[in-house]
């Protein structure tokens, strides 16, 4: 009985070089190909009323450069990515650039590593003029965020591999060669998807009560004072924006407000006739959506019993100078009244605080000032601030400058006690006593860690309100906290503004890779081309003889056919 078991086709053992020859090749070039892989944060993408701003791309695929001019005045940068520190960024440059809507194949933007999040303890050499490139930051971000640009623009920190890729980039482009697929170099790739929009983007604000003591049979409701502070940041970099300052000074100052109180309100015998309200409200930098909306949830009755409020904005910047915005006229009895409290413990503390006189107008939708909400419904309330006039829509609100390393401790506790301390004695008629109910020595002394701790969480935490979910862990966090010192605590849900839309895509990895040039890529396939031929040759002659393979560049011999 014949086997029917076919044995295998093996493959002619003259291919096996050739073969191990390829394979040796392809992952050779594999292994070479990336030199480095980087962090990036790309510029945000947003539109107010259907106007594009930002960065409107995110895919990044193109060779690096190092200047806007390249080898010349009139070179093509549309497939060049530039690489520019912004230690040595020209402004007037890239804002005529801009401006003037030329075009590039995208931007990377170099920041100094002492900016990385995580880096909350370190500091700036003495060398380094610290002002000068804050201020060059503040004019990139305020440029950046308010111009519609059509290429990717990607945030990444210096480090020594990045660095030797410029450095290399720069010899390449002074030498009059600059990346090009015919010349090779430096080719910069970042996949990403196209940027959706974000679709309902979520505003969460979180409130918690202190109840006053009701004397038994005292139908009337107690009087109620709130203290409020935005939470949320907007910044060029959305992953970035961690706004230690604006307003993450203002949340920390209001968490340890709340713990102090929480002691004196535990209390029965301590606890005063009044009525506390914490809220940490989202949508600060749009206008105060967050504000508006918690405030337009409040019953008439609630909104009547607010005697008024304080709102906390960026109290930990150097300096000793406050400053108390208002909306109504300064001669306001209830005005005179909180100002007057807040100027005597200030000079107690050797703080000034001056008062901020600005008008609303109801029909403009702008607000500057988060005490602005409330002074649209008729209740008094002022902003305790370092700044000393109104920010315009989207500044100050927690850009790539305010990080830990301008966000000073010592200025958010005195700010706390200035606070804490008015309050207390309005609470408790003590006005024109001078005590310290929050002395440094007694058990309601301000809690240094406690407020280090938190700065430092909210230091490398971005909290931009359109990229933070229902749940985020911050927005927990935050509630979590208010409920150890709280009562009735509750998060409320909103949408943002449909004025404002975001896009996604807000930070990737970028990929690094060297590049050869076409020339080199045509010399080296002559090469292995001729090299194969040749190896092919040998190892033919050798196993099956020269007739055989002249015969392979040979036609079929044709036959001719005879008709008999």
């Given at each position: 009985m014949a086997n029917s078991f076919r044995k295998p086709a093996m493959l002619d053992p003259m291919y096996y070089p050739i073969i191990a020859l390829l394979i040796a090749l392809i992952a050779c070039v594999e292994l070479s190909d990336a030199v480095t892989a980087v962090d990036v944060y790309r510029l945000v993408q947003y539109d107010i009323s259907g106007v594009p701003f930002g960065s409107r791309l995110a895919t990044l695929n193109h060779h690096a450069g190092s200047s806007f001019f390249g080898s010349g005045s009139s070179s093509d940068l549309s497939r060049t990515v530039l690489i520019l520190p912004v230690r040595e960024l020209n402004l007037t440059l890239i804002t005529e650039y801009i401006e003037q809507k030329k075009l590039l194949g995208g931007l990377l933007l170099l920041l100094p590593p002492k900016f990385r999040l995580e880096n909350t303890g370190s500091t700036f050499g003495a060398d380094e003029d610290i002002d000068s490139l804050r201020n060059k930051l503040v004019e990139l971000e305020w440029l950046l965020t308010h111009s519609n640009i059509p290429y990717p623009v990607y945030f990444a920190f210096e480090d020594d591999n990045i660095k030797a890729v410029l450095a290399e980039v720069k010899r390449n482009d002074a030498s009059g060669q600059p990346a090009t697929a015919t010349t090779g170099g430096y080719k910069l790739v970042v996949a990403a998807s196209d940027p959706k929009r974000i679709v309902s983007p979520n505003i969460a604000n979180i409130q918690g009560w202190l109840p006053g003591l009701k004397v038994d049979g005292d139908s009337n409701q107690l009087p109620t004072i709130a203290i409020v502070a935005s939470y949320d940041t907007f910044g060029a970099a959305p992953a970035l924006s961690v706004g230690s300052d604006s307003n993450g000074s203002g949340v920390v100052a209001l968490l340890e407000i709340a713990r102090l109180f929480s002691a004196l309100y535990s209390n029965p015998k301590t606890r005063g006739r009044y009525n506390l309200l914490?809220?940490?409200?989202?949508?600060?930098?749009?206008?105060?959506?967050?504000?508006?909306?918690?405030?337009?949830?409040?019953?008439?009755?609630?909104?009547?019993?607010?005697?008024?409020?304080?709102?906390?904005?960026?109290?930990?910047?150097?300096?000793?100078?406050?400053?108390?915005?208002?909306?109504?006229?300064?001669?306001?009895?209830?005005?005179?009244?909180?100002?007057?409290?807040?100027?005597?413990?200030?000079?107690?503390?050797?703080?000034?605080?001056?008062?901020?006189?600005?008008?609303?107008?109801?029909?403009?939708?702008?607000?500057?000032?988060?005490?602005?909400?409330?002074?649209?419904?008729?209740?008094?309330?002022?902003?305790?601030?370092?700044?000393?006039?109104?920010?315009?829509?989207?500044?100050?609100?927690?850009?790539?400058?305010?990080?830990?390393?301008?966000?000073?401790?010592?200025?958010?506790?005195?700010?706390?006690?200035?606070?804490?301390?008015?309050?207390?004695?309005?609470?408790?008629?003590?006005e024109k006593k001078s005590i310290?109910?929050?002395?440094?020595?007694?058990?309601?002394?301000?809690?240094?860690?406690?407020?280090?701790?938190?700065?430092?969480?909210?230091?490398?935490?971005?909290?931009?309100?359109?990229?933070?979910?229902?749940?985020?862990?911050?927005?927990?966090?935050?509630?979590?906290?208010?409920?150890?010192?709280?009562?009735?605590?509750?998060?409320?849900?909103?949408?943002?503004?449909?004025?404002?839309?975001?896009?996604?895509?807000?930070?990737?990895?970028?990929?690094?890779?060297?590049?050869?040039?076409?020339?080199?890529?045509?010399?080296?396939?002559?090469?292995?081309?001729?090299?194969?031929?040749?190896?092919?040759?040998?190892?033919?002659?050798?196993?099956?003889?020269?007739?055989?393979?002249?015969?392979?560049?040979?036609?079929?011999?044709?036959?001719?056919?005879?008709?008999?």
């Open positions: 914490f809220g940490l409200t989202s949508g600060g930098p749009y206008n105060y959506n967050g504000t508006q909306k918690w405030l337009r949830s409040f019953d008439q009755r609630l909104r009547e019993s607010i005697d008024y409020a304080i709102c906390l904005n960026s109290v930990g910047s150097l300096g000793n100078q406050l400053h108390l915005h208002v909306s109504k006229p300064p001669e306001n009895a209830y005005i005179q009244q909180i100002f007057q409290g807040f100027s005597t413990v200030a000079e107690e503390l050797g703080l000034q605080v001056g008062l901020k006189h600005k008008k609303i107008n109801i029909s403009n939708p702008r607000v500057a000032w988060e005490h602005e909400q409330f002074s649209r419904l008729r209740v008094t309330a002022a902003t305790l601030s370092e700044l000393s006039t109104a920010p315009e829509l989207l500044e100050s609100t927690g850009g790539l400058t305010d990080n830990r390393h301008v966000t000073s401790e010592a200025s958010i506790i005195r700010s706390i006690k200035l606070v804490a301390e008015s309050l207390a004695r309005h609470i408790y008629s003590q310290s109910i929050f002395a440094d020595d007694s058990s309601l002394a301000v809690n240094p860690s406690y407020i280090r701790s938190w700065l430092d969480l909210l230091s490398t935490t971005p909290r931009v309100a359109p990229f933070l979910s229902k749940n985020d862990p911050l927005i927990k966090a935050l509630e979590k906290e208010l409920a150890d010192h709280t009562a009735e605590v509750n998060v409320q849900h909103e949408t943002l503004d449909g004025t404002f839309t975001f896009y996604d895509s807000t930070s990737g990895k970028l990929h690094i890779y060297q590049v050869a040039s076409v020339t080199f890529d045509l010399l080296l396939l002559l090469v292995l081309g001729s090299y194969l031929i040749t190896l092919f040759s040998f190892l033919f002659i050798t196993t099956r003889g020269l007739d055989d393979l002249i015969s392979l560049f040979r036609g079929p011999s044709s036959r001719k056919v005879k008709n008999t």
